[in-house]
């Protein structure tokens, strides 16, 4: 992702051969696990991940933003620009007016309100970050009971757009530290969570034409005061999950070119056959969609 991409002759082509893809993405699910460190995802007993990985593209090393915490980064993964410019942050929530208004929002426009559904384990990030005017379903609960409550949203209204929030791995992140035992178990917890919202994906046989990505917002690590937190730049705060599975996405294979946080909502629109807005700091990152 660069920053300033308007001038940039090479992915002015990349954005031209990506809008050549057919509309296939018919379904959008988005599973995002707040303070997941991407090394740490890779070394933990992730079974459900390690499976959706086969069938898609990972990397381990995705970059958020700056400052590497929540309202900023799942803020950049919603709108496709920087926290520069969509500024959302606790006094400033995402408005039905926002000149950079949520994938989910243009994808509502898009589809003729298609039926969609957003889930969060910490409120503010549905309240705060997705336009209070859209209609979309809205529910919030810790991680243990919203997942099974997503799963049967999921079952029962067949979603074209879901998002879902996660939030036990970094609150155990905080509680027990980034690199902890408690921290690597949680993990594997999250894990079959994930798990759950695949199979009623799985059971509703929407698998091929869906777009489903896993992602996380920031990782953490031990500061001075011997606090476990986030915010900084250091590698164990910026590297973060990311894996897709979809069709037109290329499987078992680990994404070598860089991936930010924000390009997620480049990959999501053009899987949806949707061109981007030129105005947008998200691209779609090389080695993610099967080459034209
Ligand atoms: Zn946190």
């Not at 910490?122 to 810790?142: K, Q, S």
């Not at 879901?162 to 917890?189: C, E, N, P, W």
């Not at 900084?232 to 991936?259: D, F, H, T, Y």
Request: with cysteine; hydrophobic share 40%.
């Amino acid at each position: 992702m660069q920053i300033d991409a308007s001038g940039d002759p090479n992915l002015q082509a990349q954005r031209q051969r990506v809008m050549q893809l057919p509309a296939t993405a018919q379904n959008i699910f988005v599973i995002g696990i707040d303070g997941a460190r991407g090394p740490a995802v890779r070394e933990a007993k992730t079974p459900r991940l390690d499976a959706l990985f086969a069938q898609g593209v990972v990397t381990y090393q995705a970059q958020t933003v700056l400052p590497s915490v929540s309202y900023p980064a799942w803020g950049s993964m919603l709108t496709g620009v920087l926290p520069e410019k969509h500024q959302v942050r606790e006094e400033h929530p995402l408005t039905d007016e926002s000149p950079w208004p949520s994938w989910i929002s243009r994808l509502s426009r898009c589809w003729d309100e298609p039926p969609a559904g957003v889930f969060g384990a910490w409120a503010p990030i549905i309240t705060d970050l997705i336009e209070p005017g859209l209609r979309v379903h809205r529910a919030y609960a810790p991680d243990c009971a919203l997942v099974p409550m997503a799963a049967a949203y999921v079952r029962y209204v067949k979603p074209r757009l879901f998002f879902i929030h996660l939030d036990a791995q970094d609150l155990v992140g905080h509680r027990r530290g980034y690199d902890s035992q408690a921290y690597m178990k949680q993990m594997t917890i999250t894990d079959s969570w994930v798990g759950l919202l695949l199979d009623a994906i799985e059971d509703l046989g929407l698998t091929e034409n869906s777009l489903t990505i896993v992602l996380s917002d920031h990782g953490g690590t031990t500061y001075e005061d011997g606090s476990f937190t986030h915010g900084g730049s250091s590698p164990e705060e910026m590297n973060v999950l990311w894996v897709c599975r979809g069709p037109g996405i290329q499987s078992g294979q680990e994404i070598k070119a860089p991936v930010n946080i924000t390009d997620t909502a480049a990959v999501i629109l053009t899987a949806a056959g949707i061109p981007l807005p030129d105005d947008w700091d998200a691209v779609v990152p090389e080695g993610i969609f099967v080459p034209a």
